[in-house]
Nanobody, 122 residues
Framework: QVQLVESGGGLVQAGDSLRLSCVAS????????MGWFRQAPGKEREFVAV????????RYTDSVKGRFTISRDNAKSTMYLQINSLKPEDTAVYYC???????????????WGQGTQVTVSS
């Protein structure tokens, strides 16, 4: 079992930055690829970014490329999502998740956090 806890969300203005964190406990964090997903009100949960177990590979959905950066610190069992130039359309609950390999679909992830709310005002 892996327990995941997100933090760092909040209410911000368009153009601001945030750094989300996801702290893992339980099984060895470094054995998992890690992903960020988000779910906006009235919409389905969508893939945002993924990072391989050692950080050597990262992938992003097109809408966040150049603004979001995913990273991880295996020594701290923590993954991050740096979000710059926030837009109102980034408003969503952001979830971190763990998978046995790099994956882009939520059904491929075994463990999920409870989510952290990001609200961007215009």
């Amino acid at each position: 079992q892996v327990q995941l806890v997100e933090s760092g969300g909040g209410l911000v203005q368009a153009g601001d930055s945030l750094r989300l964190s996801c702290v893992a406990s339980g099984r060895t964090f470094s054995r998992y690829a890690m992903g960020w997903f988000r779910q906006a009100p009235g919409k389905e949960r969508e893939f945002v970014a993924v990072i391989s177990w050692n950080g050597g590979l990262t992938r992003y959905t097109d809408s966040v490329k150049g603004r979001f950066t995913i990273s991880r610190d295996n020594a701290k069992s923590t993954m991050y999502l740096q979000i710059n130039s926030l837009k109102p359309e980034d408003t969503a609950v952001y979830y971190c998740a763990a998978s046995n390999g790099v994956a882009y679909n939520d059904y491929q992830y075994n463990y999920w956090g409870q989510g952290t709310q990001v609200t961007v005002s215009s």
